[in-house]
């Protein structure tokens, strides 16, 4: 009996033992998370302290299993810079480095530690994974959710993350990053990109040095209007097209940014991005989830030519609206008539769109405002009725005109403005951003209205919503955004009782709650974003509208470089190009340039000579003969004009069997180094063969380029062609097409 009971004892400790074993080694069993794309891995890992760190950013590793080790190759041992590798870097705590969050909790205590306590990884498809990993606060009811949304082919990440508690009162956010990488590598270059009106997207390379480099907005609206929130990461060596491993990022945001890369003590590179938290404070209520816009990034070990045919893919495939679908090419009345025209006038261009060959004749401003009339841009905006001088019979009228003469019609409307000069200020002062005790500071002569006030978004939905309803014709929306945000102040969210310090963020959920709803309502027609040229332009806004317009400069040389670097981040088939009169090229280089993109015409095509009418006609029947290449292929950045003498970018179908190729003198040297050595083809079939011949050419001219000799796809890419561009020929479009 004692012998038995003794075992039984011994059995009970034993057993006791294995269960404390296991537990303190389950303690001590660090928590490795790999978030991996086809290519790429981004390793997390739980320390000591169950705070969760980055151990690793790079190409995939052959055994999963070696991931947890990679943390072991970390020898930071100064006090704080061992957590430069947080995930999400609290503040208020153990932290001393650049916080990715700061928040006040609703007893007015600073302090915020982020533990790390569950994760999951779900699959939403073949290619789609979500992993969602919960991190809290151990002393406040306070905890954060990041997202990593991976497309494993495109080798695309997608990273946001939600704020939660339930605390007794509200807790106020300092600051709220969307993500916050840790890059370790010997060098780090950052491609950035700055505007202005008209000169949007110029390219600033740096080598990064120690210390912070900020890319930000405090615009409020037509936020990018000075700078852009793309940027590439290039590891080791600038950014290059075909070889080195880069990122293409961008912040996801239409509202205030600000990205910030640090090279931290150890060379190593930290970067957190998100809403600017500039002057947006945000008081978060219990049990509300406050969730961040996504940082969106593709990477490559390839060089930069495949982390855009990547992002172009996951673009259409996965984020913008009708992305895989058609586009409307047209003609747009801006540059042809400006403020001043007639039903006579439109109706004769109608015409000339049919005789052009283009889909649609695109109405732009001017077209509304009765008591004052939009006869300039100092009056109407805020009073969408037609003006019944110019337009005594409406849009319905024009809209039928339109398609009487075999095109459709659209539209240009920029509803979140409003013209001091309008019946809509006079009506509702109380919808205006505005300081009630200050001088107003007009942009464009023009103020904002307030999109956190629901009722502001009742009003600009209903602008789209009656002019859709009067006419369910309507092909195409141009949706304008000409000003910043001055004198930040909402009486609405006064009226309400919510901190002024909400405004730009609410602004931005203003609008893109309008989209919502105008999406469900109308979720096919296409839509054109505008902010006064490129002043807009990311993927969250794409989520609604088809297409956007990358910058009003249409000078064609000047659209080449811009062209080419907007390409890194957006496909071709987003970015709406216009044969305009703007600069000194003629017709023919005009129109090559618009047709890689979204080709449209905003001439008087009237005006136009025989032959150039001739020409044009032609060009815009290749293009459609051609188009699906350029928005539906792979896109091949050939000669960089930055540093040559001519530009070349190619488009290739999907299959192999056809290509596109554009080239053009972007200066007006007379010997050309480029043009005596032949361009390398790129994306071809090594194994076909190929043809090459010229088109568009402009009537009376012939060609150099042999049409019948035949090539294969491995000379036509290690050898290349000649597209023999120089100062007679400056711009020169091949097509590249299987010999069948
Ligand atoms: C902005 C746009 C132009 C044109 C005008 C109309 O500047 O970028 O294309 O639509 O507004 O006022």
């Not at 930071?76 to 153990?94: C, Q």
């Not at 491993?245 to 090279?263: C, R």
């Not at 095109?407 to 920029?414: L, N, Q």
């Not at 216009?578 to 280089?589: I, R, S, Y």
Request: one cysteine or more; glycine letters at 6%.
């Amino acid at each position: 009996m004692r012998n038995t009971l003794y075992k039984r004892m011994l059995c009970k400790l034993i057993l006791f033992s294995i269960f404390l074993l296991t537990f303190t080694h389950m303690q001590a069993q660090p928590v490795t998370i790999p978030i991996e794309t086809s290519k790429q891995a981004l390793v997390l890992q739980t320390d000591a302290e169950s705070r969760l760190r980055t151990v690793y950013f790079g190409k995939i590793l052959a055994d999963k299993n070696e991931y947890p080790s990679a943390s072991e190759t970390y020898h930071f041992d100064d006090n704080n810079a061992g957590i430069y590798n947080s995930v999400y870097t609290p503040a208020g705590t153990w932290n001393l480095s650049e916080p990715a969050i700061q928040v006040l909790h609703a007893d007015g205590d600073p302090s915020l530690e982020l533990k790390y306590d569950s994760h999951q990884t779900r699959q939403i498809d073949d290619n789609t994974s979500l992993t969602s990993i919960v991190l809290k606060d151990p002393v406040y009811p306070f905890q954060v959710t990041l997202f990593y949304k991976v497309w494993k082919k495109e080798n695309v990440i997608e990273q946001w993350s939600e704020i939660h508690h339930t605390e007794n009162d509200d807790v106020v956010l300092k600051k709220f990053a969307s993500a916050n990488l840790y890059f370790s590598n010997d060098d780090f270059y950052l491609t950035s990109y700055h505007n202005q009106w008209a000169k949007e997207m110029q390219p600033v390379e740096t080598m990064l040095e120690r210390g912070i480099r900020v890319l930000d907005s405090k615009l409020g609206a037509r936020a990018m209007l000075l700078q852009s929130p793309n940027f590439i990461l290039a590891f080791d060596q600038p950014a290059s097209e075909n070889e080195g491993s880069v990122i293409l990022g961008q912040l996801a945001w239409s509202g205030n940014f600000k990205l910030e890369f640090e090279m931290d003590s150890y060379d190593n590179l930290r970067l957190i991005a998100g809403i600017n938290p500039f002057a947006s404070e945000y008081s978060l209520p219990p049990n509300e989830v406050f969730k961040t816009p996504s940082l969106i990034y593709a990477v490559s070990n390839n060089g930069t030519g495949e982390a855009s045919r990547n992002l172009h893919d996951w673009a259409r495939k996965y984020r913008v609206l009708d992305g895989q679908g058609e586009r409307l090419t047209l003609l747009n009345n801006w540059e042809a008539t400006y403020f001043d025209f007639n039903e006579e006038k439109l109706t004769a261009l109608f015409k000339d769109a049919k005789n052009l060959g283009v889909d649609l004749f695109l109405l732009d401003d001017g077209w509304f405002g009765n008591k004052y009339p939009r006869n300039g841009d100092n009056a109407g905006l805020g009073d969408w009725q037609e003006n019944v001088k110019k337009l005594p019979h409406g849009i319905g009228y024009l809209v039928k005109e339109a398609n009487k003469a075999g095109v459709k019609f659209g539209i240009w409307i920029e509803p979140e403005m409003v013209n001091p000069k309008s019946e809509l200020y006079e009506r509702h002062l109380d919808w205006v951003i505005r300081q009630p005790e200050r001088p107003e500071v007009y942009f464009r002569n023009q103020l904002v209205l307030d999109l956190s006030n629901p009722e502001v978004q009742d009003f600009v939905f209903g602008v789209v919503d009656k002019l859709f309803t009067d006419n369910p014709e309507l092909a195409f929306i141009k949706w304008d955004c000409n000003s910043v945000i001055y004198n930040a102040y909402s009486e609405y969210l006064n009226k309400v009782g919510l901190p002024q310090s909400h405004l730009y963020i609410e602004y931005v959920h203003g609008l893109y709650k309008v989209l919502e709803r105008l999406r469900k309502k109308y979720p096919k027609v296409p839509m054109m974003l505008c902010s006064g040229g490129g002043g807009r332009g990311d993927y969250e806004l794409l989520k609604y509208f088809t297409e956007f317009w990358p910058s009003d400069d249409t000078e064609p040389v000047e659209r080449i470089f811009m062209q080419w670097d907007y390409s890194y981040f957006f496909p071709a088939i987003v970015t709406d190009n216009h044969v305009t009169d703007w600069g000194k090229q003629p017709l023919k280089f005009r129109t090559d340039v618009a047709s890689m993109g979204k080709l449209g015409f905003d001439i008087v095509a009237s005006h136009l000579s025989e032959d150039e009418m001739k020409y044009c006609k032609e060009a815009v029947q290749n293009y459609h003969s051609f188009k699906d290449i350029v928005w539906h292929g792979d896109q091949y950045r050939l000669v960089n004009p930055h540093k040559n003498d001519i530009a070349s970018v190619m488009y290739v179908k999907k299959d192999k069997t056809r290509a596109i190729m554009f080239n053009y003198l972007v200066n007006n040297r007379q010997r050309l180094a480029t043009a005596e050595t032949p361009v390398k083809l790129n994306g071809l079939d090594p194994e076909k063969k190929y043809r090459v011949k010229e088109i568009n050419l402009y009537p009376g001219t012939r060609s150099w380029i042999d049409p019948d000799k035949e090539y294969s796809g491995d000379f036509l890419m290690k050898v290349g062609i000649n597209p023999i561009v120089n100062l007679r020929r400056t711009s020169v479009v091949l097509e590249v097409n299987e010999v069948e």
